[in-house]
């Protein structure tokens, strides 16, 4: 096989400086020109991996995070390929949202107004001006896709550097014209089900991006306020008497929402409140009168006991609203500001001139324009007492959430259906989850629905709704007649595509037809992801062959958003899971333990990493993270991985060289060559076939030299105990420790075993000893290379062309059954045993400060008679490794002691 840079993989050569410089490069256009990483679609749905690859946010750059969690993602799809599985190993870009929507706007100088016509003609602003230019939404949605293709480019050249095992010939984005059909085809099929249905109810509305705001996009921020004590007067009949008709005193953060009051509650068992139900009070300032009701939810502890129920200030209003079958008098309009006219009920003069100073402020204005009225009207007791309380914000928002009443869409997810809830439930803990206690985060999150999901967002850049309403004579929508168009027809944009069965000329006058305005929640289309990329409803050979997928790698904290929405839309469409595996990675943490993000501003970009340390280094980083663990950024631990790659080098060049190949290619062999030189080229044929046979190609084997001396069976016995353990952890998805068991056998065999046949490699003793040695070399070495080579693609690609034909990452992962065989009964315990010997001996020669070269006139090992014994098996190494004379061994009590004179 010949590389890209002209040499032929297939032959031995072994550089004389090997080196790290240039590796990415080089070996990712060999990947690319020899098609190391296709997706053979050919083969049946059993030997398929596919995995439901994370599609990054398109909106301006990467950050170190995404190489950790995408770097765990390529770790095992290169360890399912080594273990003879096809991966569909596809990538996806999430250039749909808000994020992307921002950016354009900014970079165009351009805002979408979806009432606008197409203009196929237009070009956006050559100096983007102080005033945007509007735009229809399929003129937006143009210049998106033109944006986000540009940053789509630089995404992919980084994944290439860092070594992502992907195949780029299947490559989506999020509101491209599969996606979009997708959606609108899912969301269409949700609709004839009756799982997605339209509702005018109470939202949590962002009031600066002027949206509805999903339960999964919420986040708690503690934020300063202060409890106002106000007076209510009692009004109305008196059935329990003059001694409770003095005034009701609650206590409220949010004093602004008073004329949008219907009720108090207080709790059903509260002893203060019980003769106060069915009785009723007035509003200060405004003179409503609302009844005292009784509702489990009040909290007995929080204020005075009883509080003020207003449409809407919190969610527990909602809750209150709806189950206790309270009028609605909303004040707060979508803009964040009160509304221009009061609610009906408030009637009286007085009520409607203080409503009047209210109008058209703020909420921060108006409750400090009301708390002034209030004080002035006596009807507030003392001054406001300051608190910190939890407010709930939109994850990408910097205002706190108002509460405003709006018709959406939405679609069933359990938060109102138990029986829903539970079918979904048991979905996870159908699905296998890595680690296993994230699980619990599922069903917690499940277990906490409060309602169904709202998928609809009035924004511009996104998926739209494939519906169009019928106007009536008065021009007025009939959103219970929907027009839905034939899923032939779609991706369609009802803002500029015509309703089936009008004309063009119909649209927004009476008796013609009205596009539906909002888009898709960006979850309802990434929720799909198993579907756009494996090709549901375009292309069926595909989706047939990878479908449902084997894996979800991604973060922990969109469990509830990402994870649960696909197992919603896929158990709805199929009555099944999407993927039977879930792979957890955790976040990055800067170096105050927070999390990486670019709303802190605290992101390390990733390039100059790449570039400083390597790819292989910074690899080695992120897979040292556990599974579901946050993890700290760690220069010094991609310091590591980096000096880790280099003794890959080096000590491959120097075990080739044992026996493998003496002389570095495109040099003439020395007059004065090691005498192991003279076997070697013998051996390194056998030691090749040996390792064939580890690799489970016992065609292309050959005929194996025996290893015959017990140190080199007891090297391998160990390297099969390390293929087990790593096998059982990448089995598991848990890369760290597979990489963890590799490392730590790899330092043990370049520190002790290589030093210790290093002699008998030669020659020294013979043939026979010398063809064993390189034989369990061999062995070790292909087996080392193909363990490390999810971690490190570059550096082990770079040595298994120095000796080996093809690509390590299309090579057989190793079979511990086959290398037993070769160790023929040996003991691991020997190398620990002649090793621990040998680390006694170089740490007299430290003492004495002599140099590991130094001749020892004799030593005297001690320790247990197990352990004596098993030194004494592997002496005639030891005794050249440590340049020592006289070697006397004596049993004794515990571990192994070494006692040694110097010459």
Known sequence: MVGTDGTDRSAHAVPAKPSLD????????????????????????????????????????????????????????RYQRMRGREVFYPMGFDDNGLPTERRVQNYFGVRCDPSLPYDPDF???????????????????????????????????????????????????????????????????????????????????????????????????????????????????????????????????????????????????????????????????????????????ADPEKGSGIAMICTFGDLTDVIWWRELRLPARAVIGRDGRLVADPPAVITSSAGVAHYAELAGKTVHSARTRIVELLTGAGALLGEPRPIAHPVKFYEKGDRPLEIVTTRQWYLRNGGRDESLRAELRARGQELRWHPEYMKVRYENWVDGLNGDWLISRQRFFGVPFPVWYPLDDTGTPRYDAPIVPAEAALPVDPSSDVAPGYTDSQRGVPGGFAADPDVMDTWATSSLTPLIASGWEHDVDLFARVFPMDLRPQAHEIIRTWLFSTVVRTHAEFGLLPWSNAAISGWILDPDRKKMSKSKGNVVTPLGLLEQHGSDAVRYWAASGRPGTDTAFDVGQMKNGRRLAIKILNASRFALGLGADATPAGEPAPDDAEPGAAVGAAAVAAGAAAADVVAGDVAAAGEAVPVSEPLDRALLAALADVVDAATAALDGYDYARALEVTESFFWRFCDDYVELVKGRAYGSFGPAGAAS???????????????????????????????????????????????????????????????AALTGVRRAKSAAKASMKAEVASARISGGADLVALVEAAAADLRSAGSIRDLALSPSEGEITVAVDLA
Do not use: M
Request: net charge negative; glycine share 6%.
């Open 123 to 297: 070009a956006p602003p050559a100096k983007p001006g102080k005033e945007q230019v509007p735009i229809s939404r399929r003129n937006f949605v143009e210049l998106c896709e033109r944006l986000t293709l540009t940053d789509e480019k630089g995404f992919e050249e980084l994944w290439r550097r860092l070594g992502l095992s992907v195949d780029w010939s299947h490559t989506y984005a999020t509101i491209d014209t599969r996606s979009r059909a997708v959606a609108q085809t899912a969301f269409l099929r949700n609709l004839a089900r009756g799982e997605a249905y339209l509702a005018e109810a109470p939202t949590l509305w962002d009031v600066t991006f002027r949206t509805a705001v999903a339960q999964a996009e919420l986040e708690d921020r503690e934020r300063p306020g202060a409890f106002h004590t106000l007076v209510f007067p009692r009004g109305g009949a008196d059935p329990a008497g003059p001694a409770a008709a003095e005034p009701v005193v609650i206590e409220t953060t949010r004093p602004e929402l008073l004329p949008a009051c219907v009720a108090l509650v207080a709790h059903p068992d509260d002893p203060r409140y019980q003769p106060l139900f069915g009785s009723t009070v007035r509003t200060p300032l405004f003179d409503v009168e609302v009844p005292v009701v009784a509702h489990r939810l």
């Open 22 to 77: 240039g590796i990415e490069a080089r070996w990712s256009a060999a990947w690319q020109d020899e098609g190391t990483y296709t997706f053979d679609r050919t083969v049946d749905r059993g030997r398929v991996y596919s995995i439901d690859t994370p599609p990054p946010t398109v909106s301006g750059s990467l950050h170190v995070g995404h190489v950790f969690s995408y770097t765990h993602t390529d770790v095992i799809a």
């Open 773 to 835: 040695a390189q034989t369990a070399l061999a062995v070790a070495l292909s087996v080392l290379l193909r363990l490390f080579a999810p971690v490190l693609p570059f550096v082990t690609e770079e040595v298994w062309s120095w000796w080996r034909p093809g690509s390590v990452h299309r090579a057989s992962w190793p079979d511990a059954a086959e290398i037993r065989k070769l160790a023929d009964g040996g003991r691991p315990e020997l190398l620990d045993a002649v090793g």
